[in-house]
């Protein structure tokens, strides 16, 4: 086998690769490994970071939900609580404005009863009055002058234009 | 039909001999290097973009190996202590992975089926646990060779013990990764010779083997990094942390 047999080159070998490893192992160790380990270790605290800083903003973002929830919650409550109270109001004023209203029309009602009942008796008056004028004038004209038919009818005529014009004039 | 095992001999390319001691450049140092450029350039280009923190496809390929790495440092060496070796492990992974893959290469060579090599880092590995374990806990160190809870009486057997087992973890680690390199190698070669040899009737099925083999390759490649990174982290866990 080569590897035992050829003594003369197992100086080297060793030697070279020795040599090389450890001039390997300063070159990595100086310039090649500290910028990955850098990055290594920059990038775990920059997630850990990361990671408690989301966490920390999850809790705010819970904390917040909540408190919009709960005022939410006392906003529905107090909406409810108007809306009742409007309902209420409401029906309050619409039972009073029926209540003002019955009570107007019943008023209305009976000054116009008033009103009929006085108009009619101040009519059922007047005609009492021209009635009674009537006659009595018919019997004045008629006592007076006792003259023939045709006197008569004219005075007849004469007495009932005096009052048709009397009523007019009243009436005016 | 050619031995299988003849493209694992190597031959001086660049002739350099100091102090009576041969360290010519081979084909293999050269095809390390390649592997090393390799490593250090995707690392470079991949550090360029100011490290940003959306990463780009190379970075976060190499990101996922990077952490992937610094997973096993931690659980095998700790959060602490881990970071002082992570350099070392993750160059050790980037290393060997690419010493592994760079083999697969038609007309490369794969430095890590060298016993010589896999030996001299398990060794220098070894050592430097060793190191560790007297820098960090001084004389108390050798109380690695007695696992917990032994009975006085049995400490005379368990030393011994404990010390072949020490010293087989070096001798197991460069034997393993050696062998695998090899062992794949040589099949590939097996395999392309018979393709090579046979007529065009027959020959097409070895050959397809070799593109599986190769398939496979690959993955091993990636194991056997793994497997020598993760018992290099175990081994220097074990000497941190005493039992």
């Known amino acids: 086998m080569p590897q035992f047999e050829q003594v003369g080159v197992f100086s080297s070998l060793i030697f070279w690769s020795l040599v090389s490893f450890a001039i390997l192992f300063v070159l990595l ?5 500290p910028p990955i380990l850098e990055a290594l270790e920059e990038r775990e605290s920059k997630i850990r970071n990361d990671i408690s800083s989301a966490e920390q903003l999850r809790a705010e973002g819970q904390k917040i939900k909540a408190e919009l929830e709960a005022e939410l919650k006392k906003a529905h409550e107090k909406a409810n609580t108007i809306v009742q109270l409007a309902h209420d109001e409401a029906k309050k004023n619409q039972d009073k404005l029926l209540q003002e209203t019955q009570a107007k029309i019943k008023q209305m009602q009976q000054e116009a009863e008033y009103e009929i009942q006085s108009s009619r008796n101040k009519l059922f008056n007047d005609i009492r009055n021209y009635a009674a004028e009537l006659t009595v004038a018919s019997v004045e004209k008629f006592l007076r002058k006792r003259l023939d038919d045709q006197t008569s009818q004219e005075l007849i005529n004469e007495s009932i234009d005096e009052v048709i014009r ?3 004039q009243s009436a005016n | 039909m050619e031995s299988p095992l003849h493209h694992f001999e190597l031959h001086p390319l660049v002739h350099i001999n100091i102090l009576g001691l041969d360290l010519s450049i081979n084909k293999a140092i050269l095809a390390m290097w390649a592997g090393m450029a390799v490593v250090f ?4 280009a991949a550090g360029k973009r100011d490290s940003s923190l959306v990463p780009g496809k190379l970075q976060s390929v190499l990101e996922i190996g990077m952490e992937f790495i610094r997973g096993m440092v931690e659980e095998f060496i700790g959060k602490e202590e881990g970071k002082k070796y992570f350099p070392f492990i993750a160059t050790v992974f980037f290393f060997v992975l690419a010493c592994n893959l760079i083999g697969l290469v038609p007309g490369s060579y794969t430095i890590t089926s060298q016993l010589v090599v896999t030996g001299a880092f398990a060794i220098c590995i070894f050592i430097m646990t060793l190191f560790i374990g007297f820098a960090k806990h001084g004389g108390h160190f050798l109380s690695i060779l007695v696992p917990p809870g032994v009975p006085k009486i049995m400490v005379p057997l368990m030393v011994p013990i404990e010390i072949i087992s020490m010293v087989a973890r070096p001798i197991s680690l460069s034997v393993r990764l050696f062998a695998n390199m090899t062992a794949g190698h040589t099949v590939l ?9 046979a007529s065009l009737v027959i020959g097409w099925m070895p050959f397809g083997f070799t593109v599986i083999i190769n398939g496979l390759e690959i993955a091993i490649a990636f194991i056997q990094a793994y497997i020598f990174t993760t ?3 175990v081994y220097i866990g074990d000497v941190i942390n005493l039992h």
Do not use: D, H
């Open chain 1, 29 to 33: 160790k100086k310039y090649a490994f």
């Open chain 1, 166 to 168: 009397s009523m007019e």
């Open chain 2, 41 to 44: 350039f995707l690392f470079k």
């Open chain 2, 189 to 197: 070669a097996v395999l392309f010779g018979l393709a090579m040899s």
């Open chain 2, 231 to 233: 018992l290099t982290c």
